[in-house]
Structures are given as structure tokens and as C-alpha cells.
């Protein structure tokens, strides 16, 4: 029997309607405690105000909606189907002669399709408000006193000291950012007013200073020297260095592929962004797999009354699967394992173990 479009309409209309019930509540809370998070960090900061406090509160909630979303879509479909199992219209339904594979299907559609719309859509507003984020609280939480950009043209690193801002561009990059080659330097006092250059062959990041070969000095008031090595004063590391790349989450899904390119071309590895931007494209498949395991537990379960097993065993699922999630993904960004399958694993095993149960539960 094939399912009816008004059918098909109503049981699409009950996924969402729980959906969305579920996701608002869990995105409260969750906003509540980044809320009192932040106000406890800005607690000894007077330049902090309630208002900033909350702008950034609200900067970070379409970043925890997207994190939130495959475990609303878990606890949102077990929260529809036990509406229409209790009330006895899937019963109906199946003495009519749908399958659970066709009542399922409206909810598995719209489950992709907010995946696909979540990361073609909703993940470049989500990015743009956490780079903002990421800015502020670089400014108000950290006094972060460098930045780094990397493009087509090399790398471009700010770095600030005692006697005033320099800026540094090399165009080839090794070790990670530790070994610079064709390096620039220009020295400005204060904001804005050049004060020298130097063009050296290498430079080679050590501990509390650059290590400079092959050097060339000018300056608007100085006589071009030559040196084999130089020395210039830094309290960059290179941890800070690599930390300070654009964080994943701060680039759009359309935005990432360009990046990692670029972060490849500079001679830095890539692996974080990578991984993060495959797990934005895993996300539909993870979305369609939440409905199928909310399927194995709310069908059966609440049929024979076993309600607060029902709320106990999705729970369970949930704390498994985003324990299992942050396993793997731990393991994709150590390079244990290659960031494809990190990433698609979580999705990928969802998917084929809620089919399985299905099949058995209904059709074994």
C-alpha cells in the first residue's frame, strides 16, 4: 500500500512539531548555561558589561543549535511516535497496511533535508556569529596581542611588544609554522607609523625570539645593512602560532574547502579543518539516523507501557552515542585515524544499527 499524501503530510507535521518542542527546550538550557559560564568568567572584568555578556551569550547559540540538533532529532522523534502510538494512530495505520518503513519515510525526508539545509544554510550565519564570538573574546577573555592570516600570497603574522607592532610574511612555511622562508618584517611604532624592514632568507622560531639568516635591514632613516643572522625579540610560541588559525567553527561549510586548500599550499596541516568540515557533511545521514533508532525504541516499547524504560533507554543512546562521537573525533584529530572515517563513522554505524533493529523489531 502506498502511503497517502495527507497521510504523509500529518505524520511529517507530527516529526517536526516534536522536533521542534524538544529542540527548543534543550537549546534554553543549554543557552542558560553558556549564559552563566560567561558571566562567571567576566566576573573580575570591569570592562565587562551585562549587555556584552549577553550579545556574546546569544553570538554562541547557532553554533550549540547545530551541536544540539542530532540529539533534539533523536529525542524529538521518540517524543512524536510515542504521541501517535499512545494515542492509537499508528495502530490504525498498520491494520490499514503501512509498513513502519512507509510512516517513517516523511520523517526520514525531512530529517535529511534539515541536515542538508543545517549546513548549506543555517552553518554560514552559525559561522559568522562564532567568528564574531571568537573576536571578542580573543579581546575581552584572553588580550590576545597577535593574529595570523594565511592566503594564496603566504603568511601574514601580527605580532605585538614593548616597542610597538611588526609585521611578519613569509611565503613558504615549514614544521608547522616553526620554519619560515623569503620572510619580511616591517616594524611600525605605535599603530601606524613605519619605522624599518627587514627581508631575510629564513627565519626560524626559538625560544623567546626569531632566528634570522641571510638579512637585510633598511628603514626610512637608516642605510640598507647586511647580516647573516639577526635576532628579533617575540613572545610567540608555536602553539600560539597554530592556535591562532581561524577555528574551524568560524568558517562556513562553503568557506572550508578554499581554507584548507590554502592552509595546505602555506605548508600547515590542515587535519582540524578537514575533519570538521567532512562531520558538516556527515550530518544529514546522522540527522536520518536518529529517527530510525527513536523508531526501535518509541514503536515497540511504549506499546507495552514500558514508558520510563522508553525514557531511560534513549537517554542511554544519546550519552552512548555522543560519548562514542567525541572518541572518535578525538581520535580523527590525533591522527590515529584517517578524518574521513572519523567523521563518518559516528554517522555511517548510526545509520546501519537503527536499520538493523528495525528490521528485526518489524520485519525479523
Known amino acids: 500500500m502506498r502511503l497517502s499524501y495527507i497521510l504523509t503530510v500529518y505524520f511529517g507535521r507530527q516529526f517536526l512539531v516534536g522536533l521542534t518542542i524538544v529542540l527548543s527546550v534543550l537549546v534554553a538550557v543549554a543557552f542558560l548555561f553558556e549564559l552563566a559560564e560567561l558571566m562567571r568568567r567576566a566576573a573580575n572584568r570591569d570592562e565587562m558589561s551585562a549587555l556584552l555578556v549577553i550579545e556574546m551569550g546569544l553570538l554562541r547559540l547557532p553554533l550549540l543549535t547545530q551541536k544540539i540538533l542530532p540529539i533534539a ?199 582540524n579543518h578537514r575533519l570538521h568540515w567532512h562531520m558538516l557533511l556527515s550530518s544529514p545521514l546522522l540527522l536520518l539516523a536518529m529517527v530510525l533508532i527513536a523508531a526501535t525504541f518509541s514503536l515497540r516499547l511504549t506499546r507495552r507501557g514500558y514508558t520510563g524504560l522508553l525514557i531511560v533507554s534513549g537517554v542511554f543512546v544519546g550519552l552512548v552515542l555522543y560519548v562514542v562521537n567525541d572518541i572518535v573525533l578525538a581520535l580523527g584529530l590525533a591522527g590515529s585515524v584517517p578524518a574521513v572515517l572519523a567523521a563518518w563513522t559516528p554517522a555511517g554505524v548510526s545509520t546501519l544499527l537503527g536499520s538493523a533493529l528495525l528490521l528485526h523489531l518489524e520485519d525479523g
Open 73 to 271: 532529532a533523536l529525542f524529538g522523534s521518540m517524543l512524536a511516535f510515542y504521541w501517535l502510538t499512545r494515542s492509537h494512530q499508528l495502530v490504525v495505520a498498520r491494520g490499514a497496511g503501512v509498513s513502519v518503513w512507509q510512516f517513517l519515510t516523511p520523517a526520514i525526508m525531512l530529517a535529511g533535508g534539515l541536515g542538508a539545509l543545517s549546513i548549506m544554510v543555517f552553518d554560514p550565519f552559525a559561522a559568522a556569529a562564532a567568528a564574531r564570538f571568537e573576536q571578542l573574546e580573543a579581546r575581552y577573555f584572553r588580550g590576545q596581542t597577535s593574529s595570523l592570516a594565511v592566503s594564496q600570497n603566504g603568511l601574514w603574522l601580527r605580532q605585538a611588544g614593548p616597542e610597538g607592532q611588526s609585521v611578519i610574511h613569509s611565503e613558504r612555511v615549514g614544521q608547522q609554522g616553526e620554519e619560515l622562508s623569503l620572510v619580511t618584517i616591517f616594524f611600525y611604532e605605535g599603530a601606524d607609523r613605519f619605522t624599518g624592514r627587514i627581508d631575510a632568507g629564513t627565519a626560524v622560531l626559538r625560544d623567546g625570539h626569531w632566528d634570522l639568516r641571510d638579512v637585510l635591514l633598511s628603514g626610512p632613516d637608516l642605510q640598507p645593512q647586511r647580516f647573516d643572522s639577526y635576532l628579533v625579540p617575540t613572545s610567540l610560541t608555536l602553539a600560539q602560532i597554530q592556535d591562532s588559525f581561524a577555528p574551524p567553527e568560524t568558517l562556513s561549510f562553503w568557506e572550508l574547502p578554499r581554507f584548507i586548500d590554502t592552509l595546505r599550499q602555506a605548508g600547515f596541516s590542515a587535519l
